[in-house]
């Protein structure tokens, strides 16, 4: 007797910010595919969506100095920035769609306006700042950056941080206030409401345990139910790995040969949060300083205003600690059940050549609460140890593979991986993630329905008006779609609206 196989068009793993702007985008553009989310957790974005997991950072690029190198002629090479700016302004731009269409009534439930700063102290930083904004500034996507070392405005800037300081070395600073914050986990709750109203069946408290292509090229996925303790058998002509740290596993287990080689590094990260409101009202923005020497990209550190459940806090962070788990909820059995034959080469290799970020691990995990006030203090020079609590947010699997630059090189960013006929793809890595979702399931649509996608250009366009386009190249499209992303989105006042109140 064989067992019953439930069909779908798409099946989505994982309830997170990926899975949801897959989904959107794949409603819009096929009303009628029928599509399947199952999500190991009781509701939707607990894991690294969750509004206590991540920063909040809406990132563009526009503080974050990581994504801004240093060449050795003294030049700064700005080309990684000007893509992650491109591809959250995909993100607006879709958000915008979704608010004007009504899909969306209040985008101010998942992001506001809030100014994105760069600080450095000491010469040498400072003289990299400048010629960063130098750079920066010269590009049409950032031209409204505004450098400053004077301590009196950066002081308007930053009061918290100039607050009682000693200057007794240079200090300097870049602003754009058209930064974001924003709450991914409330987004991804929106974005499954609408698309559980337009018939898309969720399903929570399942675990997948298994996948593998079927001879006509469906994918069955076998799915436990906690609910009912009944094992599931589900077909889809198309599957999307999107579970966070738990993508590797089922990657692996799907067999496909483009997902051979793969490993992973967990990293998590320790935030602290004040919500003493003496302190929070004098800081408004995101101010973001150089990583030190050995730490990973995630753990740059940076002092965050924050709005969660409509109250505002700081968040300091993050310091990176390490646990062998690669989601929150996950399994401490997670890092060495991902060690396979495949990868064995390239998991040891990556152990070999990251001995410094080894140690600098370590020596977080061992940090004391005080010397994590300490490193605030780098912010807020008379920060008061009783205003501030401990935090563990999220698990972050760094992506290590083999590249030109060698065997088991660690990547610090999102990559996608998809079977050569398109029929199931995967999410590994971190930030800039979120930030980017849009733009990067736009990758996947091209990458696995390639056969579709003249089709569904003009309505993608609809959706995102700069698809297809460099848009650093086209200094009016970024002043037009910033006006109207910006409005649509309530990051600017409508100040005809205003006056007619």
Known sequence: ?????????????????????????????????????????????????????????????????????????????????????????????????????????????????????????????????????????????????????????????????????????????????????????????????????????????????????????????????????????????????????????????????????????????????????????????????KAPVGAPPMSVPHLDTRFIDNKESLLFGPFAGFSPKFLKEGSYTDLITSIRPNNVTTMLAAGAKNTALTAYLIKQVMQSKEKRIEALREFIPDAKSEDWEMITAGQRVQVIKDTENGKGTLQFGTEVINSADGSIAALLGASPGASTAVSVMLDIIERCFPDRVKEWEPKIKEMVPSYGLKLSEHPELIRELQAKTDKALGLIVDQEAESTL
């Not at 899975?19 to 009628?32: F, I, N, Q, R, Y």
């Not at 009504?102 to 102290?121: C, E, K, M, Y």
């Not at 000693?166 to 709750?189: C, K, S, Y």
């Open 1 to 289: 007797m064989s067992r019953e196989q439930k069909q779908a068009d798409v099946l989505l793993i994982g309830a997170g910010i990926m899975s949801a702007t897959l989904g959107s985008l794949m409603k819009e553009l096929a009303p009628d595919w029928n599509i399947k989310v199952f999500e190991k957790l009781g509701s939707a974005g607990e894991e690294s969506s969750n509004e206590w997991n991540n920063a909040g950072t809406g990132h563009a690029a526009l503080c974050e100095l990581n994504y801004t190198h240093e060449q050795p002629d003294g030049s700064v090479d700005i080309t990684k920035a000007v893509k992650i700016n491109e591809q959250f302004n995909e993100s607006k731009q879709y958000w915008s769609y979704l608010v004007n269409s009504g899909r969306i009534t209040n985008p101010r439930d998942f992001i506001g306006a809030l100014p994105h700063i760069s600080f450095v102290q000491g010469e040498d930083n400072v003289q990299f700042l400048y010629r960063r904004f130098e750079a920066m500034k010269a590009n049409p996507l950032f031209d409204d950056m505004e450098f400053s070392d004077d301590p009196a405005e950066l002081k308007k800037w930053i009061p918290l941080m100039m607050e009682n300081r000693e200057l007794d070395m240079p200090v300097a600073a870049t602003r754009i206030e058209g930064g974001t914050d924003v709450n991914f986990g409330a987004l991804t709750r929106v974005l499954f409401e609408q698309l559980e109203e337009k018939g898309v069946e969720l399903n929570y408290n399942r675990t997948v345990e298994d996948l593998a292509q079927q001879e006509d090229g469906r994918w069955e996925v076998k799915i436990t139910n906690h609910e009912s303790g009944i094992v599931e058998h589900h077909t889809a002509r198309f599957v999307f790995i999107g579970g966070g740290g738990g993508s590797l596993h089922l990657l692996q287990k799907s067999g496909i040969p483009e997902g051979k080689g793969y490993g992973g590094f967990p990293v998590s990260g320790i935030f602290m949060s004040c919500s003493n409101p003496e302190v929070v009202k004098k800081h408004f923005a995101k101010v973001y300083g």
